[in-house]
């Protein structure tokens, strides 16, 4: 009866409910029962149809992305953005990349290069000179302050990101397992004492929250490790991508860096790779393990200044001070080891890499002994510099855990004892010692239970600090991370603008310096023009560049066939170079088509380039498949090109279009040749730099190749150094061997004055001819004359001494 009075209320309630609403149908209008039958329908329907036009458009995307990922192809989005497709698993991720703001770079160019009010003017000079920042160790100071923040601004670009969002995630997970080591410190004293004073029942209740809360920090945990390896992968998304952008575009830096500036030497892939990976993971752990403990001093240092009072407060602080400052003054210097180590491994695996790149050349010479020195060489200076590291860390490490576990723990248990031996100095715990005496016994309860809690929240303060300290050694490392990867970007943003210091050159320099570059380069003309170029291998930075041509000039249209001709080492290829932008105009002019497209200039190099990928991605790179589909040309077009360029066979051959092989290694010298040649075909461009492309390639076919380019338009600039080349272009630029003083020489092929000149030779040639009977005549007396010799008596004897026509005898004492 009690239960059913208890349920009667609530019965009323929900039927009065049901008669509210039956009443509330009933007085609504039929016509807007109608509309609303009507709309719930017509809303099912649409969702209905809208989420199977989302599945559609879901299962074709897929379709797309597998068929792109088979071809490695992408797709072409606004504003430069590019769509690929990457495998996840059994299924495929659809992955979008934003490329970086040109603005985004100036805009950070001045945190990684010396601001100009922060350099020194030349004398006599009303410009500032900008330049790359100083060089400063790797370590804890105001240069690692900056260097950090600097790429902090990549890392996290706007507080509206994702990288905000997980770093907020994060920190909400790190105080939630602050608050849990709260309550289970205090769960702990709870469980001690009811196991202590015989309170079964608290006891076992005490042990089902230890259990429940013990779960839910099982899952915090796990959920700072993996918001923290989050963290970490999109930091090193959005510095890789800004890398990438900065490093492979349309300036060349990825060129420029190695052989004109050399500011990371030969390493641009160890610090992109490596040392990018190891700054990302630093960088995340240590917002783990620098806040959560900082969270922690703070709670429980409160939570103890309560219970113990405000002397064990004092004492705590003084000993993080002292602890703090004798762990700075005895720490090696960890970043600036890390700096040098990452260096040596870069080294080692720079060797290692130009085996791999050279190990044809290598196993030709016979050189596996000498490699075998250097890299073995190598990795004996990086095994001895990590041994060295390794001595250190131990007598660091011995000294740290011993100050920070055994010496923080005593002094913990001499904190905690303060309430008992100093009851008016011992904060709360201290007011229940001084209560009456007829409550030993709840004192004693309660002593228990403080001394527990105490005891936990000292052990988890001494073990954030011990993380704090261990803090130091990390931020050591990260130190030397952030500077590799500071320096590998402030020397980007230097190539990228251009803005080597003036400085810092030193004065024995020659005249052409990086820092004096004041010719120009235009693109977007009709032709190839130099005037009053000088041509300059340049040097790395910051020397001068070796000068080959003091000043050319010339000027080339459309249809006029160029042969650039002389001996080797004059500046044949380097005329290439400094055409397409590889080596800097010191001065003049330099006019040219823009690179790649129907009106405009392609250059083929010496050593034919053959990418990942496809068969079909070696004939139209640098394009895609999508470039191709987009330029109405298919596979069939293709076929056409590779007939004319005497390829046909390879697609029979290697199984299809979409054979995927290690093309270098699978083509012949003369194959990779020809098909660059095929490459040339596909893009069609107005102007073609051709340096010794067809050098493995026979005679006959190198003629039909050359003629089958001309068929199709492009004017072709050749650099060879065969003769039977002339017939296929119109003018001949001779370096090296030009007259009255010049060091060159330019001249139409096939004309009149060309005739007389080869006439002359001829005619020079046929007189010595006419002297070659003379000559024999006299070759055969000089040979005559040396057989014969000259005996001369010694002792008794006779010896022979040739080139006389005497015999002599001498008497005893000749």
């Known amino acids: 009866m009690a239960a059913q009075s208890k349920e009667d209320p609530l019965v009323a309630l929900y039927t009065r409910y049901l008669d509210l609403l039956r009443s509330r149908i009933r007085r609504t209008p039929r016509n807007f029962k109608t509309l609303a039958t009507l709309a719930l329908a017509i809303s099912l329907i649409s969702s209905t149809y809208g989420s199977y036009k989302w599945w559609k458009r879901r299962l074709e ?36 990349i934003r490329p970086t703001k040109p603005t985004t770079f100036d805009a950070h160019r001045r945190l990684f290069l010396t601001p100009p009010r922060m350099t020194r003017l030349q004398s006599g000079t009303s410009t500032p000179a900008y330049g790359p920042p100083p060089q400063t160790k790797p370590g804890l100071n105001l240069a690692f302050l900056h260097q950090f923040l600097s790429l902090f601004n990549i890392m996290v670009p706007r507080f509206r990101c994702k990288e905000t969002g997980l770093l907020l995630s994060h920190a909400v997970f790190l105080i939630l397992r602050t608050y849990l080591s709260l309550v289970v410190a205090r769960l702990d004293g709870a469980i001690v004492r009811d196991l202590v004073t015989g309170q079964g029942r608290s006891f076992l209740w005490g042990i089902f929250r230890w259990l429940s809360v013990g779960t839910l920090a099982s899952y915090t945990n796990s959920m700072i490790k993996f918001l923290q390896s989050k963290i970490s992968i999109a930091f090193r998304t959005r510095l890789t991508r800004y890398i990438h952008d900065l490093y492979l575009n349309a300036n060349l830096n990825y060129y420029k860096l190695g052989n004109l500036d050399g500011g990371v030497g030969q390493g641009a892939d160890q610090f992109i790779t490596q040392d990018l990976t190891l700054f990302c993971t630093a960088a995340a752990s240590l917002y ?62 720079g060797l290692h890499a130009r085996l791999i790149a050279n190990a044809e050349e290598v196993a030709f010479y016979g050189g596996s002994d000498v490699e075998k020195v250097f890299v073995n060489r190598a990795f004996q200076d990086l095994k001895k510099w990590m041994e060295g590291i390794y001595n250190l860390k131990v007598r660091y490490n011995m000294l740290e855990d011993f100050i920070l576990k055994y010496s923080w723990s005593a002094f913990g248990y001499i904190v905690t004892s303060l309430p008992v031996f100093l009851p008016a100095w011992g904060g709360s715990g201290g007011k229940q010692e001084l209560g009456p005496e007829s409550a030993n016994h709840s004192r004693e309860r309660g002593r228990m239970k403080e001394f527990i809690t105490n005891k936990r929240l000292m052990l988890s303060l001494a073990d954030a600090g011990g993380r704090m300290m261990y803090s130091i050694k990390d931020l050591s490392e990260l130190a030397g991370y952030t500077s590799r990867v500071y320096t590998l970007i402030s020397t980007l943003h230097r190539v990228h603008a251009g803005a080597y210091s003036t400085h810092r050159r030193p004065r024995s320099t020659e005249l052409y310096s990086l820092s004096d570059v004041q010719g120009t380069l235009h693109t977007g003309f009709d032709g190839v023009r130099l005037e009053e170029v000088p041509v300059v291998a ?277």
Do not use: C
């Open 61 to 96: 995307d897929k379709a797309q992305g597998r068929k792109l990922l088979r071809k490695n192809s992408g797709l072409k989005g606004k504003d430069g953005e590019r769509i690929i497709y990457v495998p996840r698993g059994n299924s495929i991720s659809k992955v979008v």
């Open 288 to 349: 783990s393990s620098l806040g959560k403990p900082l969270v922690d001093l703070f709670v429980f240092n409160y939570q103890l200044y309560v219970s113990l009072g405000p002397l064990a407060s004092t004492l705590l602080l003084s000993n993080y001070i002292a602890t703090a400052t004798l762990l700075r003054r005895i720490s090696p210097p960890f970043g600036k080891l890390k700096a040098v180590e990452g260096k040596k491994e870069g080294d080692f695996r």
């Open 538 to 814: 340049p040097s790395l930075y910051p020397y001068g560049g070796d000068e080959l041509i003091e000043s050319l000039s010339f000027v080339l249209h459309s249809g006029d066939h160029l042969l650039i001709s002389g001996p080797n080492g004059v500046g044949k290829s380097s005329i290439a170079r400094i055409v397409a932008g590889l080596w800097p105009v010191y001065r003049g002019l330099v006019s040219r088509p823009r690179q790649i497209g129907m009106d405009g200039i392609m250059f083929l190099p010496q050593r034919p380039y053959l990418s990942v990928g496809t068969l079909r991605d070696q004939v139209i790179y640098p394009h895609t498949e999508f470039d191709m589909r987009e330029n109405s040309k298919n596979e069939n077009h293709l076929q056409q090109i590779l007939d004319a360029a005497r390829l046909g066979y390879l697609v029979e051959r290697e199984g299809g279009w979409d054979t995927r092989k290690e093309w270098k290694d699978v083509l012949s010298g003369g194959e990779k040749q020809r098909m660059g040649i095929a490459r040339l075909l596909y893009h069609e461009p107005r102007y073609a730099f051709i340096d010794e492309g067809t050098s493995a390639v026979s005679s006959d076919v190198e003629g039909l190749l050359y003629e089958t380019a001309k068929d199709k338009g492009i004017t072709l600039i050749t650099i060879s150094t065969r003769a039977s080349l002339k017939k296929h272009h119109t003018y001949n630029l001779v370096l090296g061997l030009g007259e009255e003083g010049y060091d060159w020489e330019w001249h139409q092929i096939g004309t009149e004055s060309e005739k007389l000149g080869v006439e002359k030779e001829v005619n020079e040639l046929k007189a010595k001819l006419e002297n070659v009977s003379e000559w024999e005549r006299r070759l055969t007396e000089i040979d005559e004359e040396l057989n014969k010799v000259l005996v001369v008596r010694i002792d008794g004897k006779e010896v022979e001494v040739p080139g006389e026509s005497a015999v002599v005898e001498n008497d005893e004492s000749t």
